[in-house]
């Protein structure tokens, strides 16, 4: 994990330049149908604070993390709002968040840690809460461009959810990759509830 977030803290700059401005609007959209007015959202690893920005701007309550100082610093002053600075790991909040958006965030997590981490963000969901998140397609797990990554097909992650009974896959989508040139890259989109 260190190296993932070495590779954010290095790189942060460029990585919000290319991501900041990417329409989401489609996923954020059918994320927010799920969620109850005046429910409060915690953006679980939320880079450039694009996300954040979005739902706040539609009048929800939104607690920012990221792993990486920089990304942390950077988001702040994109969003306005503090980003706490803290690892997915040590995450124990108990039914706190109507909601939990996961952007192509828990995907750096290799999969023993990864149920833990998906075990905790359950428990910091209210009862009947949604949890956004994506994965890259396919079957992949260790380093790939400098980063961790778990990928996932809709049968693997499945069976891999089947070990938290307390959520259910209420939807799942895939789309091709939003930002400019990688339009041949796939991505799980998964929305689970509690």
């Not at 503090?82 to 706190?96: G, P, R, S, W, Y």
Request: glycine share 8%.
């Amino acid at each position: 994990m260190d190296l993932t977030i070495d590779y954010y803290n290095l790189n942060a700059e460029n990585f919000i330049e290319n991501t900041q401005n990417v329409d989401m609007h489609l996923a954020q959209d059918r994320f927010l149908q799920l969620l109850d007015e005046n429910a409060s959202i915690l953006d679980f690893g939320c880079g450039s604070g694009r996300d954040t920005r979005y739902f706040m701007d539609k009048g929800y309550q939104v607690t920012a993390t990221d792993g990486s100082a920089e990304i942390c610093r950077l988001a702040s002053i994109f969003t306005g709002i503090a980003v706490k600075e803290m690892l997915f790991q040590e995450l124990d909040d108990i039914n706190t968040y109507g909601g939990i958006w996961a952007c192509s965030s828990i995907l750096h997590l290799p999969k023993n840690e990864l149920l833990l981490v998906i075990r905790k963000m359950c428990n910091a969901l209210k009862d009947t809460g949604v949890i956004y998140t994506s994965f890259k397609y396919g079957d992949f797990e260790g380093v790939r461009n400098g980063r961790y990554f778990t990928d996932f097909n809709e049968d693997s992650f499945k069976e891999f959810i089947a070990g938290i009974p307390e959520l259910t896959i209420e939807d799942h989508w895939i789309t091709g990759d939003v930002r400019p040139g990688r339009g041949d890259e796939r991505w799980l989109n998964l929305i689970l509830r509690k």
